[in-house]
């Protein structure tokens, strides 16, 4: 069976400052929440941080040459916000602001769209000092943040993401799994709710300015689906589904927060001000969809803030990957319908999917990652279906182009297209990288 896409269809790759930039201390660039929480003891696998990742704050010239022999046709990166504020807010770092213009140029002379994220998780340590993302503060002084980096590449990128994954920073102050490591479920609250106004209001200030181009949000979004039909089951579903889905994508979209989950959480809630949802829904041009993982919901007899359960949906015949997550293709076609049939149908980027593999270069210097290649092709072939459905899906960022500091796992995963030693930043091309780079040169593939 052949899945062929559209002429427009964008294919990419995707990256994140903390996990590949290194320079961490470099021409200027203040410190990060993650700078901070990856230097404490015991965050990290190994001890790892990102002081210098894959070194890509100077070899990106390399790079851009990897992504151009690929024949990608769009990166997505993020930009440091302490890179370009050290104190999160004032006086610019013009140097910072540099890298970005060199990159941007250089993706531009390689015929590679730039997609730009805002906030990718390094919330500048002095912010979070003075209270971080639950102090309603950092909306505006992202806001602020938004509208020197549209002054500064906005004739230059085509596509702003303000934020990546808000579940994941609204995870480091409730769980401590991640920066800034706080666990207090109002935080958390406050935090979210935070986010999603500070996404609206860069949004609003990406309307008043002269950029070019257009802009969303990256919600990662999970499949997921009631163990049986028992009423327990079911409500544990719907209470987690609006916990992971539906407390981003509601508002966002005009709808509010899920009222059950309003209710559920109570008095831990932060104070939602006149006009907040309004702001957090401004149109945008844009949704992107982080997709990963499948879940089956069973309901707990006992504690846990939603009191739930979960299995990790597989397709058959597939093994878990080095993560521990299920291979789940099915899911990302459910999800793009879900949007399409309960959103409205908004155009849609695939803006990460990718797998953590045991990859490792061989005797013969190649890295055979054939495992990465069923997935990818699977998930592929369900993007394309959604297509066939009319879901309006306009683009596909393999999450990641290179391998990189995986967080809290440090070094320990691999998911990258292209395979780094970390001792000596050498790129070497896996497998998969030469098989998608024939994807993209043929706009589609044989299942």
Known sequence: ?????????????????????GAASEDGK??????????????????????????????????????????????RFSIAWPRILPDGKGKVNQKGLDFYKRLTDALLEAGIKPFATLYHWDLPQPLEDAGGWPNRDTAGHFADY????????????????TLNEPICTVGGYRSGWSAPGRNSLPDALAAAHTLLVGHGMAVKAFRASQARGKIGIVLNLDDLEP??????NVAAYQREDACTNRWYLDPVFGRG?????????????????????????????????????????????????????????????????????????????????????????????????????????GADGTVNDT?????????????????????????????SLMDNFEWAWGYSKRFGLVHVDYPTGRRTLKESAKWYSRVIAENGLDI
Request: glycine share 10%; proline share 3%; net charge negative.
């Open 146 to 161: 938004a509208r020197v980096m549209y002054d500064a590449l906005g004739e230059s990128v085509d596509g702003w993401f």
């Open 30 to 75: 203040g410190i990060s929440i993650w700078d901070t929480f990856a230097h404490k003891a015991w965050r990290t696998a190994g001890g790892d941080t990102g002081d210098v990742a894959c070194d890509h704050y100077h070899r990106y010239a390399e790079d851009v040459a990897i992504m151009k022999e690929l024949g990608l046709k769009a990166y």
């Open 1 to 21: 069976m052949h899945v062929q896409f559209g002429e427009d269809f964008l294919w990419g790759a995707a990256t994140a400052a903390y996990q590949i930039e």
């Open 227 to 232: 163990a049986d039909d028992s009423p327990a």
């Open 257 to 361: 927060y899920p009222e059950a989950l309003l209710n559920w959480y109570g008095k831990e809630m932060c104070p939602v001000h006149n006009c907040d949802m309004e702001t957090i829904a401004q149109e945008m041009d844009f949704l992107g969809l982080n997709y990963y993982a499948g879940h089956r919901i069973q309901a707990m007899p006992q504690g846990g803030d939603l009191k739930t359960a979960s299995e990790k949906l597989r397709a058959e015949g597939t093994e878990l990957t080095d993560m521990g997550w299920g291979v789940w293709p099915e899911g990302l076609y459910r999800i793009l319908t879900r949007l399409k049939d309960e959103y409205g149908n908004p155009p849609v980027y695939v803006t990460e999917n990718g797998m953590a593999n045991h990859d490792e270069v």
């Open 371 to 399: 495992a990465r290649i069923d997935y990818l092709a699977a998930h592929f072939a369900a993007a394309g279906r959604a297509i066939a459905g009319g879901v309006d899906l306009r683009g596909y960022f393999v999450w």
